[in-house]
């Protein structure tokens, strides 16, 4: 199984609401990443969960909160947010000295 | 500091015809590089890496990329364009620090006329 596996594939919330995204991954691997991507850009990096343990946290604001239950599973809760965080949300997993990150096919996520 | 440029935000080719997109990047030591292909509202496929070795890597869907360390280059070619091959192209490197992470470019989106 090669296959990072993230739902709901897309997410509507008023800024009041608070929701979860969620991913999966069954290859074994050992980090798991949150990015953020606008429109027409790159992916930006949010959060780097290594061994279960948050590693990299690029100064995203509080209202985004990340979660790795266990290995395999990786949340990001969501709460009070702004129309400006309305994005895809792409999960990653990598593991090994080849480092490649295979990418989920992403949350649409749009705030009103 | 590490950074990733591609210069070409967009570029069109011919059906049949062959393609080339840049990727140039600044990182102390080796690299370890990647290039992305991603369909819209899609996540991100990896095409192919390089870590170290041959520095002329074969990926899917018939890529190919040549690292050039005198030139901190990295481009990706394909012989012959798909219409399939429409989508948005992103080069990356990978850096260590806390973790391991990835330095995206901007991205190239490729257009395929028939």
């Known amino acids: 199984d090669t296959e990072v596996t993230q739902t709901p594939k897309h997410l509507v919330m008023g800024m009041t609401n608070k929701k979860s995204l969620k991913c999966e991954q069954h290859m074994g691997h050992r980090a798991m990443y949150w990015y953020k991507q606008k429109a027409k850009k790159p992916p930006e990096l949010m959060f780097v969960?290594?061994?279960?343990?948050?590693?990299i946290n690029e100064s995203v604001p509080s209202r985004f909160s990340p979660e790795c239950p266990n290995s395999s599973l990786l949340n990001l809760h969501l709460h009070a947010l702004q129309p400006e965080d309305s994005a895809l949300y792409l999960c990653a997993s990598s593991q090994g000295e080849d480092r490649e990150q295979f990418f989920g096919p992403g949350t649409r996520l749009t705030v009103l | 500091a590490q950074s990733v440029t591609q210069p070409d935000i967009h570029i069109t080719v011919s059906e049949g015809a062959s393609l080339e997109l840049r990727c140039n990047y600044s990182?102390?030591?080796?690299?370890?590089l990647f290039w992305y292909v991603q369909s819209p509202g899609q996540g991100l496929q990896l095409l192919l890496k390089?870590?170290?070795?041959?520095?002329l890597v074969q990926g899917i869907k018939g890529f190919e990329a040549e690292f050039k360390r005198s030139q901190s280059s990295f481009n990706l070619r394909k012989p012959s364009v798909h219409w399939s091959d429409a989508a948005e192209y992103f080069c990356?490197?990978?850096?260590?620090?806390?973790?391991?992470?990835?330095?995206f470019g901007k991205g190239t989106r490729l257009l395929v006329k028939p």
């Open positions: 969960y290594s061994y279960e343990k948050l590693s």
């Open positions: 990356a490197v990978g850096v260590e620090g806390q973790g391991f992470s990835f330095i």
């Open positions: 390089y870590f170290s070795g041959d520095t």
């Open positions: 990182y102390g030591a080796t690299p370890y």
